[in-house]
């Protein structure tokens, strides 16, 4: 277990430092700001304030989720290690904890990149923002189509949404989702591209890019998980057909066990492994 804590902590320490990193965390704030610059000029011009809650909310236009969920498979499609440039660490701590540490990396990542979404978006609204137990008057307004063509906003508010989910609640099971969502989708990146370096990448955006389609047949909704982070994906009062909360959370978190137990065994079946398989002989790291 110490090997496995100390080999995620190089990980967390090189990767965070790498320009991948850079690029990923310019890319997040220009992305938010260009989906919430249209709201400032709109809070400033009609004196509306934004309370602290919006996050939960900006989901619901199905471009926002696709765009971050393309920065994050950016971000870890460089997942797993190069394994030859890995030799002295497997040969060290063994294939099954460097597998684990990478994916322990991968797991809270994920939670590491929702607080910072969550962070931006409080940053850049800041200016605007004022601090209630409610959502507020100024996302209320938002599920008003005159104001959002006005202003061209790119985040509409179900009015449903607002007047059925406590903020706190629904910007803690949105947060919940996301981070769950992006764990799984990390895992399956890792896995997938133990076999192709770009196989990963590609089936996660396929994954993505599903919820284009599930915003227009909702029949799909149970098979896009893109399309869970927005709150009017599972709201089970307009459709009863909709995937339920325990759906989701148990979807995600088995499948991003499966994704770790299939890396696990795909990585014990390659010759950095040290073991005979059918295609390869037994190699030595001296």
Partial sequence: MNSIRCYYFYLLRKHFLSWRMLAVSILTVLTMDTFLAPLRIYSREQNVKMSQWGFALIWHNKYVGLCFMLIF??????????????????????ISKWVAGQSLYLLTFGWIYTLFLFLIQNMLLCSVMEFASEWGKGWATLSNDNVILHYKIYTTVPFLVVCNYDPLRANVLVAIILGLLLG??????????????????????????????????????????TSWISLNGHYSITNTDQPTLTYMIGQLLLWTILFFLLSKLRAGRTQENNRRNRKWKKISWK
């Fill in 73 to 94: 498979i950016f971000a870890a499609a460089i997942f797993p290690e190069d394994r030859k440039g890995d030799c002295y660490i497997i040969s060290r701590i063994g």
């Fill in 184 to 225: 799984m989708m990390g895992m399956l990146i890792f896995w997938l591209n133990f076999y192709s370096k770009t196989a990963g990448p590609l089936a996660a955006s396929a994954l993505v890019f599903m919820s284009l389609a599930a915003a227009k047949n909702s029949s799909l909704l149970k098979y896009s998980p």
